[in-house]
């Protein structure tokens, strides 16, 4: 396994989750403020999602997939790589609801906005904890192994 491989999927890992905590942020900062803040919320994470978001979890699938055979197999090791494969379907589906929720508020169709708005929270979650537990697993099995 190339010796830049780990530090490169650190890195990914890095910034999907510093990129999925800012969402939170300016989420919580925007929503509720008003329609023309939520109008600027879904725009600001059309961009993120596309110019961060994406890139990261995608770099986190491709490195993590080159350094999986270089690893010892263990019941904790394909735990950590499900987790991820579900952190990673799970943000896919949330870009697909940040979408689908922009559609929603520039049509002015704000009931169904705010019922993707649940979902994609909902599965924003499941994102945040797929991304934390898999890499609690990982620097437990660096540290053990």
Known sequence: MPSYLLPLHLVFVGVWL??????ALFERALL??????????????????L???IPAFV??????ALMLHAAPPSNLLHL????????IAANAYCVWLVFRR???AQ???????????????????????GILAALGIGLYLFSHG
Request: net charge negative; hydrophobic share 50%; with cysteine.
């Open 80 to 87: 950590k790589a499900g987790l991820g494969v579900l952190a």
């Open 51 to 53: 110019l961060i978001e």
């Open 107 to 129: 049509a002015g169709d704000w009931e169904r906005f705010e019922r993707i708005d649940h979902a994609q929270h909902t599965w924003g979650a499941v994102v945040l904890v």
């Open 18 to 23: 510093g990129c999925v905590l800012t969402e």
């Open 102 to 104: 922009g559609d929603a």
């Open 59 to 64: 770099g986190v699938l491709v490195t993590g």
């Open 32 to 49: 509720g403020q008003g329609r023309a803040f939520e109008l600027v919320l879904v725009a600001l994470h059309k961009k993120v999602d």
